[in-house]
């Protein structure tokens, strides 16, 4: 066989976002569980997140932030060859939401996939991305993670309703002449799969009576210990892999789950002070799949407007959530 080279290293060309309306405030969420404003502001840092209204579609998130990206990326659409959208909110057991999404950004008959691994789903799928151009199968890769989770909140569950939102980031992947996106830390532990898990399956909620929709559930506490405590060894991982040291960083880039969690990574990973850390959860919420292009684009966007300078610094990024699965890279920032 003919054998097939890939590129010697990649990059991240560019990022894109969707962040849809209405913005919803703790009050709103307050008015249907028993919790304040500043209970949620404490608890989570959280003080608004977006909630995508019913005519609006994980889909339609998706395709803008992909467009979004792909302008920005300067390619032409026949220049993509795959898209890899990490979602855990897709509707459909076929065809794949990421088929559709290449499709509505006009960059089909591109490879289309979606990639399921909860809230690490963006961090995998750029190591998929990444190794793809790599191994010489594809130049270019769309890569989105994209949720609309207001579907399978319930409005009324304490642990949920106020941390999880909605939204759409993504990037093109390309080629480099230098390492930009560094070696990929990643792992499972399905033993943990009850931690953050739906309350019925689809298949209870169709044969059990008064079985619910698959709303959500976290066990809270076990997602915080673990969160802190092995993704602060694997985002050291990550950065060990690469040859990088917390003092290189320009920025920290974690799921943002929940801003004491992401405190409390920067504070074990001793992050020297110019290292810029996302906040963005602070006005989007936990949007899974879709926080960490968003926290990038926040970044981006925060630099465009006067803030720190972030872009062609190095960014080390970590996903992690239900599964329990989490990846975490180091990233040169576009
Ligand atoms: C969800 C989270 C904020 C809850 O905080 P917590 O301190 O663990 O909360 P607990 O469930 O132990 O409850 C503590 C108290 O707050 C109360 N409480 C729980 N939810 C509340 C709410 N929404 N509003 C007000 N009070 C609430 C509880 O009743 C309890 O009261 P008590 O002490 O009188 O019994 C926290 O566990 C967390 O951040 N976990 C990680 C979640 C996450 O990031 N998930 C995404 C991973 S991808």
């Avoid at 897709?90 to 691994?117: E, F, K, N, Q």
């Avoid at 995998?124 to 990444?130: E, F, I, K, N, Q």
């Avoid at 569950?157 to 390309?174: E, K, M, P, Q």
């Avoid at 001793?270 to 996302?278: E, F, G, K, W």
Wanted: proline share 5%; hydrophobic share 45%; net charge negative.
């Amino acid at each position: 066989m003919a054998p097939r080279e890939g590129a010697a290293h990649t990059r991240i060309m560019s990022v894109g976002a969707c962040r849809p309306d209405p913005v919803v405030t703790n009050a709103d969420i307050c008015a249907t569980i028993d919790s304040t404003d500043e209970w949620i502001r404490e608890r989570s840092g959280i003080e608004s997140r977006r909630m995508a209204p019913s005519d609006v579609s994980m889909i339609d998130m998706a395709a803008d932030a992909g467009r979004d990206a792909l302008a920005r990326s300067g390619l032409a659409a026949e220049e993509i060859g795959a898209v890899l959208l990490a979602t855990s909110t897709h509707l459909r057991p076929t065809p794949s939401a990421a088929a559709v999404v290449a499709h509505r950004v006009g960059v089909a008959p591109a490879a289309a996939m979606d990639v399921a691994a909860g809230c690490a789903g963006f961090c995998h799928a750029v190591a998929l991305g990444s190794d793809l151009v790599k191994g010489g199968t594809t130049r270019h890769v769309l890569v989105i993670g994209a949720e609309k989770l207001s579907l399978f909140l319930d409005p009324t569950d304490r642990s949920t309703a106020f941390l999880f939102a909605d939204g759409a980031g993504a990037v093109v992947i390309g080629p480099s002449d230098r390492p930009q996106i560094g070696p990929t830390v990643w792992g499972s532990d399905g033993s943990q799969a009850d931690v953050i898990t739906t309350r019925s399956s689809w298949m209870q909620y169709r044969e059990e009576p008064g079985a619910s929709w698959p709303f959500v559930t976290m066990q809270g506490q076990s997602v915080f210990r673990w969160a802190v405590f092995a993704m602060a060894k694997a985002a050291q991982a990550a950065l060990d892999a690469s040859g990088v040291s917390a003092a290189d960083l320009t920025a920290f880039v974690p799921h943002q789950a929940n801003l004491r969690i992401i405190e409390a990574l920067g504070k074990k990973l001793r992050l020297p002070d110019h290292v810029v850390v996302a906040r963005d959860v602070v006005t989007a919420g936990n949007t899974s799949a879709a926080s960490v292009p968003l926290a990038i684009d926040a970044l981006l966007t925060a630099q465009a407007a006067g803030g720190p300078r972030v872009s062609g610094g190095l960014a080390l990024l970590i996903g992690f959530g239900a599964g329990l699965s989490y990846a975490a890279q180091v990233v040169q920032l576009p």
